[in-house]
């Protein structure tokens, strides 16, 4: 089992920045990939970025790339995704999701999940 809690949500004008982390605990949760989804108000849940466990491997949705930055510090048990220029359409509840399966593949399904972080852009 992977427990996972996130943090750094909250309000942000358009083209600013947000740091959100993951704190993960468990057995082996160094070894898992870790992801990011969100899920905005009336639509599904979708993939942004995920990060193999030693994190040399990264992978973005295409709606991310060059906008946010997914890293983890295994020292530390944390995963961390930097968002910069963020735009009204990025406001979100953000989760942190973890699975034993590596390397990650864009949209990969996990199996576990941090209960989310509320992310909102203003215009």
């Known amino acids: 089992q992977v427990q996972l809690v996130e943090s750094g949500g909250g309000l942000v004008q358009a083209g600013g920045s947000l740091r959100l982390s993951c704190a993960a605990s468990g057995r082996a949760s160094s070894r898992y990939a870790m992801g990011w989804f969100r899920q905005a108000p009336g639509k599904e849940r979708e993939f942004v970025a995920a990060?193999?466990?030693?994190?040399?491997?990264?992978v973005y949705a295409d709606s991310m790339k060059g906008r946010f930055t997914i890293s983890r510090d295994n020292a530390k048990n944390t995963v961390n995704l930097q968002m910069n220029s963020l735009k009204p359409e990025d406001t979100a509840v953000y989760y942190c999701?973890?699975?034993?399966?590596?390397?990650?593949?864009?949209?990969?399904?996990?199996?576990?999940w941090g209960k989310g972080t509320l992310v909102t852009v203003s215009s």
């Open positions: 990060i193999d466990w030693s994190g040399s491997i990264t």
């Open positions: 999701a973890a699975d034993s399966r590596n390397p990650p593949v864009v949209g990969m399904a996990m199996a576990y």
